[in-house]
């Protein structure tokens, strides 16, 4: 996980990357065919304002990453089936790690919609902005009863539009950032958590060997090792004494639960923010953002999906909620119908769970803390961490000691 990830948790988040709030095909106008040159790198004139979703901030290409747009229009036309032409991009603005695009196309059948993600420029890290990775498991996935966006194609071509890339189709539905779902009713509230968590236990009960993803990560002592990263992180990139820090860096690895090491298919970033709900009924049609995915332990994911119970800020933090008059779950509720679902009797050692989740937020707000005083970091709210960095670790020690 890196830092704009964890964000999300930390001061709230804008908007999400493959839902299409109504993106049907046809749904908005085309673009002429004489006004190719005017899409070249993030120039789009007024079609493209008319064609934007509603809910989703685009912008025309950021300059460090417009690319050629009549080069990408050439690759599609040999690789993307169906493709006719009528190309038009542009990106979300959000802070993710890899750059994404709306991209629309005229394709057999009509108009169309997609997502294009791709590596950012520059010197990357080997380990960093694997769009391959992600690429490949929503590939994989798209064989079970996980809902993903379908994927169309991966482009290792550096030639084409100067980094990595993957297309996969724009889902048509809804991003709820706020747990509290203020415009809906309860019932629906109750429907969309329960959808949530269904899809969270299908996602564990994937086999990954018998959908090719046996080697996606490796098997066994994912809280260990996980622990070990955060902590030389945090080692080296703090900036003041962190009591809490320093006493769960040293209590966590000692303390791993001893409930047979066991290895899934885990999102990593798994929230209501990165799931789109159908556009009229309260279920889960689609899982975002793969980037952090791996194989690892199950209910590191449960807990990093409950923390919201836990934190008190919004749009996350709903632990001050009255659950009963919206509609919303307990986490006791939650976490049994995830067990019922999965074949737990219970969770033993849930506190450690949610504990090892809040440390490692803390590790990499410290991070982008660091980052911020340093003047390297890309968000202005970054300077406000150090205060995050010690809630999260202080709310992670209250709940084991």
Same mark, same amino acid.
């Given at each position: 996980?890196?830092?704009?990830h964890?964000q999300?948790w930390?001061?709230?988040h804008?908007? $999400?990357?493959t839902?299409?709030n109504?993106g049907?095909?046809?749904k908005f ?28 901030d ?7 990453h ?14 993307l089936?169906?493709y006719?032409?009528?190309l038009?991009?542009?990106?979300? #603005?959000? @802070?993710h790690s &890899?750059?994404?695009f ?5 394709m057999?059948?009509g ?9 950012p420029p520059?010197?990357?890290?080997a ?15 798209? $064989?079970?009863?996980v %809902?993903v ?6 482009? #290792?071509?550096? $030639?084409?539009?100067g ?8 889902? %048509?539905?809804r991003?709820?950032?706020?747990? +509290?779902?203020?415009?809906q009713i309860?019932?629906?509230? +109750? ?6 968590n269904?899809?969270? !236990?299908?996602?564990?009960?994937v086999? %990954? ?10 098997s066994?002592?994912?809280i +260990? ?9 945090y080692a ?9 820090m320093?006493?769960?860096?040293t209590?966590l690895? =000692? ?6 090491? %066991? ?15 159908h556009?009229? =009924?309260p279920?889960?049609v ?7 995915s ?11 999906n409950?923390? @919201?119970?836990?934190?008190?800020e919004?749009?996350h933090g709903?632990a001050?909620?009255?659950f009963? &008059? ?6 006791? #509720? ?13 969770i033993?050692?849930w506190n450690y ?5 809040l440390?490692?937020? !803390?590790?990499?707000?410290? @991070?982008?803390y660091?980052?911020g ?5 890309? &968000?202005?709210?970054?300077i406000?961490? $150090? ?5 999260r670790?202080?709310?992670?020690w209250?709940?084991?000691?």
């Amino acid at each position: 996980m890196d830092g704009r990830h964890a964000q999300d948790w930390i001061f709230g988040h804008g908007t $999400s990357l493959t839902g299409i709030n109504g993106g049907m095909p046809g749904k908005f106008q085309s673009v002429p065919p004489c006004g190719m040159d005017r899409l070249r790198a993030g120039v789009r004139g007024p079609y493209a304002e008319r064609r934007m979703p509603t809910y989703a901030d685009t912008v025309p290409v950021m300059e460090r990453h417009r690319f050629d747009v009549d080069s990408l229009d050439r690759y599609f036309r040999e690789k993307l089936k169906g493709y006719r032409g009528g190309l038009e991009v542009r990106q979300f #603005d959000s @802070g993710h790690s &890899n750059p994404t695009f709306f991209v629309a196309a005229d394709m057999d059948g009509g108009r169309r919609d997609f997502v294009l993600r791709k590596k950012p420029p520059g010197k990357l890290v080997a380990s960093a902005h694997q769009v391959d990775r992600e690429f490949r498991v929503i590939s994989a996935l798209a $064989s079970t009863d996980v %809902p993903v966006a379908p994927a169309r194609l991966l482009c #290792d071509d550096d $030639s084409v539009i100067g980094q990595m890339f993957y297309v996969m189709e724009a889902v %048509p539905g809804r991003i709820l950032v706020n747990p +509290a779902m203020p415009d809906q009713i309860p019932a629906e509230r +109750a429907a969309i958590f329960d959808s949530m968590n269904d899809v969270l !236990a299908r996602l564990h009960r994937v086999d %990954p060997v018998k959908v090719g993803l046996g080697d996606y990560g490796r098997s066994g002592q994912y809280i +260990a090792r996980q622990i070990s990263r955060w902590s030389r992180q945090y080692a080296e990139l703090k900036t003041e004494d962190i009591p809490a820090m320093d006493r769960l860096s040293t209590w966590l690895p =000692e303390n791993i639960p001893d409930d047979g090491d %066991p290895t899934t298919i885990v999102h990593g970033d798994y929230r209501l923010g990165n799931l789109i709900v159908h556009p009229t =009924e309260p279920r889960v049609v689609a899982v975002l953002d793969w980037e952090l995915s791996t194989l690892g332990h199950p209910l590191c994911d449960v807990a990093y999906n409950c923390l @919201g119970y836990h934190l008190k800020e919004p749009p996350h933090g709903f632990a001050t909620v009255d659950f009963a &008059n919206l509609g919303l779950p307990t986490e006791k #509720d939650y976490i049994a119908a995830y067990c019922r679902r999965t074949g737990r009797d219970s969770i033993p050692d849930w506190n450690y769970y949610l504990a090892f989740s809040l440390f490692r937020l !803390a590790a990499i707000a410290q @991070g982008v803390y660091r980052r911020g005083l340093q003047g390297n970091s890309s &968000n202005p709210e970054s300077i406000k961490m $150090s205060k995050s960095a010690r809630e999260r670790a202080e709310l992670a020690w209250s709940l084991v000691s």
